[in-house]
């Protein structure tokens, strides 16, 4: 069993930051590519950004230069610092990672931290 643990989301007025962690743990082999996803009221889940174990970083081009992506493979913890947040920005955010325990990569997701961003 694995399990994806999220935290940092909340409420933020325009122009601010906040940081979202995910820790993974349970039965872990490896962890290849981690990364963070968005699903605001009535949208598709979306990808906001993903990261390598050797530290490769992809972004959606609606957050690129605002958001970063970050992990710590010691800490089996991905990381991902918000800047510049504005209204759009407004979803739950989901951890994702791809797991290997006695096996082929599995994909698994968190449960979802709110990050509401308003006046």
């Known amino acids: 069993q694995v399990h994806l643990v999220e935290s940092g989301g909340g409420l933020v007025q325009p122009g601010g930051s906040l940081r979202l962690s995910c820790a993974v743990s349970?039965?872990?082999?490896?962890?290849?590519?981690m990364g963070w996803y968005r699903q605001a009221p009535g949208k598709e889940r979306e990808l906001v950004a993903t990261?390598?174990?050797?530290?490769?970083?992809n972004y959606a081009d609606a957050v690129k230069g605002r958001f970063t992506i970050s992990r710590d493979n010691d800490k089996n913890t991905v990381y991902l610092q918000m800047n510049s947040l504005t209204p759009e920005d407004t979803a739950a955010y989901y951890c994702?990672?791809?797991?290997?325990?006695?096996?082929?990569?599995?994909?698994?997701w968190g449960q979802g931290t709110q990050v509401t961003v308003s006046s």
């Open positions: 990261i390598t174990t050797g530290g490769q970083a």
């Open positions: 349970g039965r872990i082999f490896s962890i290849n590519v």
């Open positions: 994702n990672a791809h797991v290997s325990w006695r096996g082929p990569f599995e994909n698994y």
